[in-house]
């Protein structure tokens, strides 16, 4: 396979048809990977490179080991012609958050980890750092997940579908306490008072007719 060799046997053609890098940014990407990278900055340029080849987004994955939605992510910014940016993004504290990355955040939480390959249902602040570190490169605190989701008034905690609903199934009514505890005795209220009129007068009681 012809094209520059990098990590291990992995190349790159040269005999392709362009799919959105022009021939600056794919000249630049292959440069850039001679250079000494951390493992985010390649696995984004790699994702690129393979992307203009033509390579599916689980072809990609098989051959980065990397999530579905890391491929996605870079597989746009190449096609939007930003390829030649794939440093704008950079792995540390101090730009670790700007628009991009809360869009990002945000995009996650109003979605089901399951479209991204993950097996839970619902997003934990821990999750959604490690899934923007995987796609940006940065790596934020929990705590710091949870500050920025409280600012942008979202939560990790499904909503209840009725609040008003919830709150009257758990009130227990003294009218529903009385009708279940308390038997109808109306069945009971004809008595026949005749026997026991001997008693009554022997004690002084009135019988009442």
Same mark, same amino acid.
């Not at 390649?42 to 939605?69: H, N, V």
């Not at 440093?87 to 540390?92: A, E, L, R, S």
């Given at each position: 396979?012809? #094209?520059?060799?990098?990590? #291990?046997?992995?190349?790159?053609?040269?005999?392709?048809?362009?799919?959105?890098?022009?021939?600056?940014?794919?000249?630049?990407?292959?440069?850039?990977?001679?250079?000494?990278?951390?493992?985010?900055?390649?696995?984004?340029?790699?994702?690129?490179?393979?992307? +203009?080849?033509?390579?599916?987004?689980?072809?990609?994955?098989?051959?980065?080991?990397?999530?579905? *939605?890391?491929?996605?992510?870079?597989?746009?910014?190449?096609? %939007? =012609?930003?390829?030649?940016?794939?440093? +704008?993004?950079?792995? =540390?504290?101090?730009?670790?958050?700007?628009?991009?990355?809360?869009?990002?955040?945000?995009e996650l939480v109003s979605s089901s980890p399951r479209d991204y390959g993950y097996s839970f249902q619902r997003w934990t602040a821990n999750w959604l750092q490690k899934h923007l570190a995987k796609e940006f490169g940065v790596a934020v605190? +929990?705590?710091?997940?949870?500050? @920025? @989701?409280?600012? %942008?008034?979202?939560?990790?905690?499904?909503?209840?579908?009725?609040?008003?609903?919830?709150?009257? #199934?758990?009130?227990? !009514?003294?009218? +529903?306490?009385?009708? *279940?505890?308390?038997?109808?005795?109306?069945?009971? @209220?004809?008595?026949? !008072?005749?026997?026991?009129?001997?008693?009554?007068?022997?004690?002084?009681?009135?019988?009442?007719?």
């Open positions: 396979m012809s #094209g520059s060799q990098i990590s #291990g046997n992995r190349g790159y053609t040269s005999n392709y048809k362009v799919m959105f890098l022009t021939p600056f940014q794919r000249k630049l990407l292959l440069e850039s990977l001679q250079k000494k990278l951390l493992e985010s900055y390649r696995q984004r340029i790699e994702i690129m490179l393979l992307a +203009d080849e033509g390579k599916t987004q689980t072809e990609i994955c098989q051959i980065l080991g990397c999530c579905a *939605a890391t491929v996605r992510h870079w597989t746009h910014i190449a096609r %939007m =012609g930003m390829a030649h940016q794939w440093q +704008d993004c950079p792995i =540390g504290r101090p730009k670790a958050v700007n628009d991009r990355y809360l869009e990002r955040l945000q605190s +929990d705590r710091h997940i949870k500050r @920025l @989701l409280k600012q %942008m008034g979202l939560s990790t905690r499904p909503k209840p579908r009725d609040n008003q609903e919830q709150v009257q #199934g758990s009130k227990i !009514f003294i009218g +529903d306490l009385k009708s *279940a505890t308390v038997p109808d005795n109306s069945e009971f @209220l004809p008595m026949n !008072f005749a026997k026991f009129s001997k008693d009554l007068d022997t004690h002084g009681a009135q019988f009442i007719r």
